[in-house]
């Protein structure tokens, strides 16, 4: 679950149906580069004298189609109060917090549609190095049958616990 904010791996927690809407966290099928690009943007129909959302990006290398994807969970008005999600995951149920990515595209069309499918062009160069690793890991993992089981809830805690210990 790195680098994510505590308040969104808390909801991951509390909801399971926006924890299985994140594609980052569908390991059977999809590979997280480790990173998320954030930015800020005003939704089409916002108040002028309100923040501006805070939009983050979660990349993912996707080992069925071979190509890198991006979520987005938007931090409305960056209160870290309320969140959603926008994706196509198929698995996902749609609700209130969970949203088909068009609707995304139509609540802040600064956004191009291309955004949710990368090229590897696309990606910033910091991530680059992350984005080669996915793509090696991908192919080492479809090279022996695919990626392994679910883990459990200890053993996500004890990963998450030491992932805090080197700061990630």
């Known amino acids: 679950m790195q680098p994510y904010a505590d308040e969104i791996k808390k909801l991951c927690t509390l909801n399971h149906d926006f924890a ?10 999809f590979i997280s580069l480790g990173a998320i690009i954030t930015s800020r ?6 108040e002028k004298d309100s ?5 983050i990006g979660l990349l993912v290398y996707d080992l069925v189609d071979k190509a ?3 979520d987005f969970i938007v931090n ?26 068009t609707h ?3 609540e802040y069309p600064m956004y191009s549609k291309e955004s949710h499918h990368l090229s590897f062009e696309d990606i910033p160069d910091v991530i680059k190095p ?4 996915a793509v090696q890991l991908a192919n ?16 996500y805690e004890k990963f998450d616990t030491d992932l805090r210990k080197f700061g990630l």
């Not at 923040?51 to 939009?55: A, L």
């Open 104 to 106: 995304f595209y139509q």
């Open 68 to 70: 890198f994807k991006q």
């Open 51 to 55: 923040e501006p959302d805070e939009v």
């Open 140 to 155: 080492k993992l479809i090279a022996l049958g695919g990626p392994r089981r679910e883990i459990s809830d200890s053993e």
């Open 20 to 29: 299985n809407a994140l594609k980052a966290l569908q390991s059977e099928r």
């Open 76 to 101: 409305v008005n960056k209160k870290y109060k309320e969140f959603r999600i926008y994706t196509r995951f198929k698995e996902s149920r749609k609700s209130r917090i969970i949203r088909d990515i």
């Open 130 to 133: 992350r984005a080669i690793d």
């Open 41 to 46: 943007a005003y939704p089409i129909h916002s």
